[in-house]
Nanobody, 121 residues
């Protein structure tokens, strides 16, 4: 089992910044990609940004330029730097890891427990 431990969420005013961190640990797991998703009350979960083990990044149009995803420590850490925050960024943010379990050909996903980000106007 892989564990994802998130930190860095909180309450900020519009225009402020937050940096989310996700620490990946646990059993053997070959990571293909890591990412951040978010879910606002009453809305479906959506991709915010992800990054492959090779460093390629992908962002939702709503956060492009403002947010930056990065990874390090041998893909044991993933961060989301959030700048110029807007009230519509308010949501629970979830860390996600996709990869391969030993001896299995199919991709598998792990999720963090979520961390609250609230942006006031």
């Amino acid at each position: 089992q892989v564990q994802l431990v998130e930190s860095g969420g909180g309450l900020v005013q519009a225009g402020g910044s937050l940096r989310l961190s996700c620490a990946v640990s646990g059993s053997s797991f070959s990571i293909n990609a890591m990412g951040w998703y978010r879910q606002a009350p009453g809305k479906k979960r959506e991709l915010v940004a992800d990054i492959t083990s090779g460093g390629m990044t992908n962002y939702a149009d709503s956060v492009k330029v403002r947010f930056t995803i990065s990874a390090g420590n041998g893909n044991a850490m993933v961060w989301l730097q959030m700048n110029s925050l807007k009230p519509e960024d308010t949501a629970v943010y979830y860390c996600n890891v996709k990869g391969l379990r030993p001896g299995r050909p199919e991709l598998f996903e792990y999720w963090g427990q979520g961390t609250q980000v609230a942006v006031s106007s």
